[in-house]
């Protein structure tokens, strides 16, 4: 049997989350493979997708994106990608239903994992990593951005903030980092000591920022907060900045005077990984999937995990994703 994590309605993912078991897959159709999974990640992203499911579905809507796991065949005519075998490890995403022990995917979403990358990075080596490429392009788009200005991103003790982190260090980048807590820029000093990090906790935090740029523009600001913080953002860009945000944790919406962006010819801009599925070429997203293995393999050690549980205790993880002050993605085991 096959068990797998779905829901048939919108709501808090603890509640409405069950583990169904079906038949396990039978003859590939064309184009497919089949893959036994090894770990899959509980991104907040997942779970908020679940929450806002609107109305009641006519049958079980499977869960999750991305997850590794092991090939146990490939269907006729499927045109994998190289690595991509009987046996050999890989990675999926976007894979509709990755909660699940065993993955039917199409074959262009499979994606060889290095034999140096452990199954708790394969796990995470897609979404984050490409999440971060993404992000990094739409901030070199400005031209303030780089060796003239500064990039500002917040939640920068995030998975995906401290690969952004060490994508600036790697291509010297100027950067300063915003997080909630004075306790969270202690840790995420001593992870990336040349990087100044400021805490929202302190008053006047906003000033220490433009302390720390040392006059620089501050072209753009990465946020997946919202609300007041993002507010706040805008008014350390420099003219001609922008804004991206790519994140809905603050409940509170973004409250503006259009004044603020017309005096200072400012850009509010959204990205989200569906986005860039649906933006980007065949051969871009190829390109962008080797740049996400390089940053697994280059910041390995930035891939942290906060648990791993098994599916009986989906429960568990699905609280522990989301609790405050967790440093890595939960993984689930599904076997």
């Known amino acids: 049997m096959n068990r797998r994590v779905v829901h048939t309605r919108g709501g808090p993912p603890a509640d409405v989350l069950t583990v169904i078991e079906e038949p396990e897959p039978e003859a ?42 092991v090939v146990e065949a490939i269907g006729p005519g499927a045109r994998v990608a190289p690595g991509v075998e009987v046996g050999g490890r890989v990675a999926v ?45 739409e901030a070199q788009e400005h031209p303030a951005f780089g060796y ?21 260090q790697f291509h010297n980048m100027g950067l300063v980092n915003v997080v ?37 523009p501050v072209g753009v600001a990465l946020d997946p907060i919202g609300g007041k913080l993002a507010e706040s953002l805008l008014d350390l860009l420099t003219p001609g900045g922008k804004l991206v945000s790519y994140g809905q944790i603050a409940e509170e919406p973004i ?38 293995k390089l940053i697994a393999l280059t910041l390995e050690d930035q891939f942290d995990v906060a648990a791993t549980y098994g599916l009986g205790e989906l429960g568990n993880a699905v609280e522990h994703a989301v609790r405050p002050g967790k440093v890595g993605l939960v993984l689930v085991r599904p076997w």
């Open 93 to 137: 995403f976007p894979q509709p239903g990755a909660w699940s022990q065993w993955i039917v995917a199409d074959a262009e979403v499979v994606v060889a994992v290095p034999d140096e990358l452990s199954d708790e990075v394969a796990a995470q080596m897609l979404v984050n990593p490409l999440t971060t490429v993404m992000l990094r392009r």
């Open 148 to 168: 003239d200005g500064v990039l500002v991103q917040t939640a920068a003790g995030s998975s995906v903030g401290r690969l952004v982190t060490g994508v600036c």
């Open 255 to 292: 409250s503006l005077h259009a004044s603020t962006l017309l005096h200072k010819s400012l850009t509010l801009r959204g990205k989200n990984i569906g986005r860039w599925l649906s933006e980007t070429s065949a051969e871009r997203r190829a390109s962008d999937v080797a740049a996400a």
């Open 28 to 69: 590939l159709e064309r184009g497919q493979v089949l893959i036994r999974t090894t770990a899959f990640p509980v991104h907040p992203g997942d779970l908020q997708a679940i929450e806002a499911y609107p109305g009641k579905a006519a049958k079980p809507v499977p869960a999750g994106v991305e997850a590794t796991g």
């Open 180 to 216: 909630r807590s004075e306790r969270g820029a202690v840790e995420l000093r001593k992870r990336f000591p040349d990087v100044p990090v400021v805490a929202t906790e302190h008053d006047g935090w906003a000033d220490e920022v433009r302390k720390a740029v040392g006059g620089r």
